[in-house]
């Protein structure tokens, strides 16, 4: 029988993660999307090479979906974590003015090399505990807030053991 406690915060988890959406048929729209573009790429892998490209030795050790807080707001997407970087690139393009001042939608992308991390922080909802938040520090004192996530252990885990396997070295 499964432990009651960890199911229902899985199922927090996942309401969480639909509440920072601004509404539901937007983030059916982008879980769809995403959906159909990890099956045509093959696999979340395959979209973490084609997009931010992989070394020889690298392997990519976690890939979950989060949002990435942004002083425009929450966007959703997928954080991940490889031997080498940690990268996040969002389900659904962004709309913003390009230099010429055209409207451009790209994809919102994000690649912090993992030697360029200073400190990575746990953080939690002091209101609500089980909203809980991975906060990443480079050298350069830039933060990114990591939020949303369905398995939050486990990305954390795999965050510090990629930071930890590059220490080594």
């Keep these: 029988m499964k432990d009651p406690g960890k199911s229902s915060s899985f199922t927090y988890r996942i309401h969480d993660h639909v509440k ?13 999307s995403l959906g159909a573009r990890i099956i045509q790429e093959g696999g979340r892998g395959n979209i973490f090479k084609k997009v931010f490209g992989m070394q020889e030795k690298e392997k990519l050790l976690k890939a979950s979906q989060c949002y990435l807080y942004t002083t425009a707001g929450p966007i959703a997407g997928i954080l991940f974590v490889s031997t080498e970087k940690v990268a996040f690139y969002s389900e659904r393009p962004i709309t913003f003015s390009s230099v010429s001042g055209e409207i451009t939608r790209k994809p919102y992308k994000v690649l912090i090399p993992i030697g360029r991390i200073k400190e990575v922080n746990e953080s939690q909802n002091v209101n609500k505990v089980e909203q809980k938040y991975i ?9 990114f807030w990591f939020v949303g996530f369905l398995r939050y252990e486990k990305a954390l885990n795999n965050l510090n053991k990629a930071i930890s396997m590059s220490n080594q070295f």
């Design 135 to 143: 906060e990443i520090v480079t050298k350069d004192d830039s933060e």
């Design 20 to 32: 920072m959406s601004p509404n539901l048929s937007e983030i059916l729209k982008g879980k769809l």
